[in-house]
Every structure is written in C-alpha cells, then in structure tokens.
C-alpha cells in the first residue's frame, strides 16, 4: 500500500511540475524605426532589432494604398533583405519619393507598421519687367496636381495672386503676374499638403524683387521671416471656370491586354498588362475618383489629385509597383492576378461620378489593341 501511495506521489509531483513550468519563449518580433518625414526626394534610413544573424526582409507600400509588397531592390535585382548582426541589430537605406509605409520580417514574425512623411520643397524663381512679373516654380518631390499659391506679402498679409497645380513629370508650375505696379514687392509660393499621399505642406523663403526690372529666387520648405514693405495688397483673381467634362475628352488609347510571353503570373508579368489613357483636349483633367473597369466588374481607381495635362497619356499597370515610377504618367493597380482577358474583353472608363467617358472593346487578337 505506502509503495503504491509512493507512486501516486511521485505522479502527481511530476504533474504539478510540468504544470508550473514555463512555456517555451517565442521568437522575438522584429523592430523596426525611421525618421517620422525627411524633406524631398532621397534616401532615408531604417534601423531595428532581430534575432541575430536573421534574414531581414523588408516590406513597403506607397502611403495611398496601404498595401504592402516586398520591396524591390532597383539596383541589384530581387528584393531588398539585410542580415542582423550577432547583437541583434540592423539597418538599411531606402529611397523614397513620397510618402511610404514600412514593415520587416524576419525569423518567422512581423514586425509593426510605420509611415514616413515627405514634405514638399518648393522652388520659385522670378523675373521682372515694366511691372510683369514671370514664375517658374518646380516641387520636389516630382509630383503632378499639388495645389500651388503664389502669395505676395505686404503689411504682414499674404494674399493669394495665382493659383493653380504643378504638371508634367517635372512638377512645374508657371504663370505670369501683370499689373504689379513699381518698385519693391514680396512675393512667396505655397504648396498644399496632400494627405492621401502623406504629403506636407511646402512654402519657399520670402523672394524681394524689384518688379519694374529684376530677378529673384527663393526655395525650401520653412520660409525666411522677411517683413514685407507695407502696400496695399494685390486683390485676388478668380480662378476662371473649369470647363465640364464630356465622353471622348479622356480615351483609351492603347491597350495591353496580354502581356508578352508566357502568362507566368509574376508581378514583372503583370506590370506588363496596362491600359494607356489620353488626354484629347487641349487643357488638364483632374482624374481623381475615375474609375477603370472590366466587364466582369474589377475596378480600379485613381486616388488623390492627378492631373492628365493636354495630350499626356497615363498608363495603369494591372501588378504592383510604385506611382510615379518610372515617371509620374505610370500608376499601379497593384492586383496578384490579371485583369484583362486575352479571348476578349472590355474595358470602361468613367468619372468620379460615374459618368461614362469611354470603352474599348477586343475578341481574341496579338495581345495588344489601339482602340
């Protein structure tokens, strides 16, 4: 009797001490830090911990999508990985051109999700003559549609004397300011923040400019505390009427609805399936909210202010990929799987409203179409 009582025991020490012990520790999440904006296009440096000696695979998505990918190595090929060191530490240099989102992995777990900012740096130059005076003014980042105001200073007000938004793959905004009177002005630019891209708000140095014949320049993104020379402020211009969009202003214009070679499903295939828009006015469009579909119903739509300048063409690429890259007339639907049937298809074009603009239609052909 005591020996099985012995045993009994025995048995439930055993129990009681598998019970107590502590569960095997799970493998440490990476971290992941970077600077909270940095000013303009160019690199940036992200920094974190892992276990050591661990594969760091970076992940990223252009803030307006929130929809992450591995991020491509431009230079090397492939993707972009780092390897912590034996403390457990890491880093690596990431270019950016607007505002991005990040994440790492690495031993099996995730680390959290962070965002980047970039804050725009606007340039401005002046030239003057007989009272007429000419902007040029170029954004960085390089980026189309951002909202421009060029101010001009007096008495401590800042008033608005034109207004409009940067185009082309440059970012360039001109126009030219008459009626400025004589002597020393003030003027200054302002870019708009643009939220959806993570965008912020640019604003140059005050430029002095002698407008009856004279030259300035004036750039940055904090500006230079100038007291204006107390005048009457410029009254401001109302932006002329925006003319209503109709069916045909903005088309379809090339289609490639199978993409060369095999259809292998990778992204560097899918990138490679598009559709081209044109602009076939001779002012800009604001595409904002238009939507490109297929006839079974999958849509894409173009976030954020972009303006299609007259007779520019913007291509959107069925894969992932950054907006603007190459270039600002390049967007990405970002899908992992092809929209466009090679047997035949439709494609449709319609506002942010849902007024239809255009459609191409195709049966079975090359691959590409010019509709």
């Known amino acids: ?54 594969t760091v695979e970076l992940y990223e998505s252009a803030y307006v999508f929130n929809d992450f990918y591995a991020s491509p190595d431009y230079n090397r090929g492939g993707f972009v990985t780092t390897t912590a060191s034996a403390s457990g530490q890491w880093s690596l240099s990431r270019i950016l051109d607007s505002g991005f989102r990040f994440y790492v992995k690495a031993g099996g777990a995730e680390s959290r999700r962070i965002s980047v900012a970039m804050g725009i740096v606007p340039t401005m130059t002046l030239s ?10 170029t954004a960085n980042p390089t980026q189309p549609g951002l909202r421009v105001h060029i101010q001009r200073g007096a008495g401590g007000v800042w008033a608005d004397v034109a207004t409009g938004y940067t185009a082309g793959d440059a970012a360039i ?6 009626g400025q009177g004589s002597g020393t002005k003030y003027y ?22 002698n407008v009856g014949n004279g030259s300035g320049s004036g750039g940055g993104s904090t500006p230079t505390p100038t007291t204006p020379t107390p005048t009457t402020p410029a009254p401001t211009t109302p932006a002329p009427a925006i003319p209503a969009v109709k069916a045909g ?15 292998s499903g990778s992204n560097k295939s899918l990138v490679a399936e598009w559709v081209r828009l044109t ?13 490109v579909r297929d006839a079974s119903g999958k849509v894409y739509t173009i976030s954020g202010d972009y303006r299609l300048g007259a007779r520019k063409y913007l291509y959107v690429h069925t894969g992932k990929g950054t907006n603007g ?43 590409v179409t010019y509709c």
Request: hydrophobic content about 35%; charged content about 15%; aromatic content about 8%.
């Open 128 to 137: 003057a003559q007989n009272g007429t005076v000419n902007v040029n003014l």
């Open 173 to 178: 905004f001109s126009t030219t300011l008459s």
């Open 188 to 209: 200054r630019a302002v870019i708009d923040a643009d939220a959806d891209n993570n965008l912020l708000k640019g604003q140059t140095e005050t430029v002095e400019i």
């Open 1 to 54: 009797m005591r020996a099985r009582k012995t045993a009994l025991f025995a048995a439930l020490g055993c129990a009681a001490t598998l019970g107590l012990a502590a569960p095997a520790a799970a493998a440490d999440a990476p971290t992941i830090t970077a600077p909270a904006s940095r000013q303009g296009y160019g690199p940036i440096t992200l920094s974190g911990t892992a276990p050591a000696g661990s």
């Open 249 to 263: 202003d903005v088309q379809f214009s090339k289609i490639q609805y199978n993409s060369p070679g095999t259809d």
């Open 325 to 367: 890259r190459p270039d600002s007339q390049h967007r990405y639907w970002n899908r992992t799987g092809y929209v466009w049937n090679n047997g035949g298809d439709t494609a449709y074009l319609r506002t942010n409203t849902g007024k239809s603009i255009d459609s191409c239609k195709w049966g079975k052909g090359s691959g």
């Open 279 to 291: 602009n076939k006015t001779s002012r800009t469009i604001n595409l904002k909210g238009w939507t």
